[in-house]
Structures are given as C-alpha cells and as structure tokens.
C-alpha cells in the first residue's frame, strides 16, 4: 500500500505527549529484553540461567508499566481541556491501546519461560535467536512507523515497508523452526512448549504487522483531510 504523493505540512513535534512517548520507549526496552530473553536461554551457562529470571520479570513487568502509561494517557485525552491533540481523539486512544496489545503478546513469551525451562537442542538455537531478532525487528521498525505519522509523512511509507519486511523475515524463520522441530525426536513436552513459543514469538510480529498497516492507512487519511 502506498500513501499519496500529497504532502501534510508538519512540524518537528514529539508524539503530542509524555505518555504516549514513552509508551513506545518502554515497548522496544520489552523487546530488547524478549531478544535477550531466548540469546540467554540458548546460552544456558549458569550465569545465563540467572539472567533469564531476571529478564522475565523484566518483560513482564514492562507490560504493567505500559499498562500505567496508557491509563495515565487516556485520562489526560479525555479529562484534561489543556490537551490539544495532534491527531483525532479516537486515533490517539487506538495508538495506545495498540502499543498495549503488543506489549501484551511480548508478555506471553516471557510467561512461555516463566512456566517451563526451555533446554533447545543445539541444531536450532541459531534458529530460535534469529526469529527473537526479527521480532524485535519488527517492533523497533513500526516504531519508526508511528514516530513519523507525528512527524514526517514522507517517511511514513518507507518504515511501513520495511516493518512488512521484517515481519516477513520473521515468518520465514518461523517456518524454518517448525520444520526442524517436528523432524527431531522430541520427549512429548518439549515438542509442545517450543512450537507454543514458536508461535507466541510469531504471534508479535504478526501483532505489529497489523499494527502498523493501521498506521499506514491512518497516514492516508490525514493527507486526504488537508
């Protein structure tokens, strides 16, 4: 999809506010972490077994902390009078809320190592770090995507593409893994828990893909409104 030639005047402007901004700040902090998250696991010194623990709660508490974030936001779009939006009320509040689902699906990944200790055989560790990778990818590429739409329309399109590319990459591996595993000769629980994790990593890229087709579609609206 390409967003029209017709450019919007616009000013060098932050997110339109403090929450919001930082929203997107602590979901890529979360991603960074989920990478990190399965490098370590796939470590398995004891050091890393002790990193893992402490990224889990990382991840999961950035999900809480986007959590308050987005209350703290949708109170001042709705109650404060001195808040001027940048953009349609109700499209600030699907931002938020968006930003919040995909913090929710990078939560359940953590989760995924909270509940079972993954031990991956080593034939597809490489192939476990690189699907992490290409989800935070992901991620730090619609966050350009939505940075622009406050700031830089044309722009805009460039970061849609290459979030689809990322999120294709991801998809790609992610197909790759399901291949390996099912080809091994895997106790019953392990086959179950790693493509449960396959499919949670997938499930954010593909969160964010979504995500970011909404933003693209948002940036042909406001250039079609002027």
């Not at 079972?116 to 935070?136: C, E, G, T, W």
């Not at 739409?149 to 990322?166: G, H, I, P, V, Y």
Request: hydrophobic share 40%; proline share 2%.
């Amino acid at each position: 999809m390409c967003i029209p030639t017709k450019r919007r005047k616009q000013s060098q402007r932050g997110l339109g506010n403090e929450e919001l901004t930082q929203m997107l700040v602590s979901l890529l902090k979360q991603a960074q972490e989920m990478e990190e998250l399965v490098e370590q696991v796939c470590d398995g010194s004891p050091q890393a077994r002790v990193n893992v623990t402490q990224l889990v709660t990382a991840v999961i508490r950035g999900e809480k902390e986007i959590d308050r974030l987005k209350e703290a936001f949708t109170e001042k779009l709705y109650k404060e009078k001195g808040f001027l939006p940048n953009i349609q009320k109700n499209d600030y509040l699907y931002i938020c809320e968006s930003i919040d689902d995909i913090a929710d699906e990078v939560e359940i990944v953590g989760r995924q190592f909270q509940i079972y200790s993954h031990d991956f055989p080593q034939s597809v560790k490489m192939d476990f770090i690189s699907l992490a990778r290409a989800v935070n990818n992901t991620i730090k590429r619609l966050s350009d995507q939505v940075t622009f739409l406050f700031k830089d329309f044309s722009r805009s399109n460039l970061a849609w593409e290459r979030t689809q590319a990322e999120r294709r990459n991801a998809r790609e591996v992610s197909w790759s893994l399901y291949q390996a595993i099912l080809s091994m000769d895997l106790n019953h629980k392990d086959l179950l828990m790693q493509r449960a994790l396959v499919k949670s990593l997938i499930a954010v890229a593909d969160k964010a893909e979504r995500f970011s087709d909404a933003i693209n579609a948002l940036v042909i609206k406001y250039l079609t409104l002027d």
